[in-house]
């Protein structure tokens, strides 16, 4: 597995995130979904890596600079891949970002439900605890912030 930042150019990029912010907005109640469009991501904030095996697009997730933290966005794994360590690689490399960039933490919001319930406890899997509000995002019954102390 290589996983390396994407500019969103690749097909199968596109493909994924595309997937990926149907199903967030399909499974999400009215004003409760926060994922980002592409040119959501292509903010010079926004750093995105996508885990590869060959040709085979394995998994996709951003880490988002803020001034005290860092958060990620947009994990998904291909849903080819799932089951084969390639969430967990890639959210390994975000945290490890992360920590390049000098943030004490890391955090995310995510939702809730049966679709998300593998990213929860993925999230839970590396130490990632609920957290307070950050960046505007109110948890509530369907979202959840969590953050991890690095």
Do not use: Q
Request: with cysteine.
């Amino acid at each position: 597995m290589e996983i390396r930042a994407t500019d969103l150019s690749e097909a199968e990029v596109h493909a994924l995130l595309e997937l990926h912010h149907r199903e967030m907005v399909e499974s999400s109640p009215p004003g409760t979904c926060h994922v980002l469009n592409f040119s959501g991501l292509k903010i010079p904030e926004i750093e995105v890596f996508a885990a590869w095996d060959d040709d085979a697009l394995l998994a996709i997730g951003a880490l988002k600079r803020h001034e005290e933290f860092g958060e990620i966005k947009s994990m998904r794994a291909h849903p080819d891949a799932r089951g084969t360590g390639a969430g967990r690689s890639i959210l390994t490399h975000l945290i490890d970002r992360a920590r390049y960039h000098g943030f004490k933490s890391v955090k995310l919001e995510t939702g809730s439900g049966a679709v998300l319930d593998a990213a929860l406890r993925l999230y839970c899997g590396f130490g990632f605890e609920p957290c307070a509000p950050f960046a505007g995002y109110v948890p509530g019954e369907f979202n959840k912030l969590f953050a991890l102390k690095l």
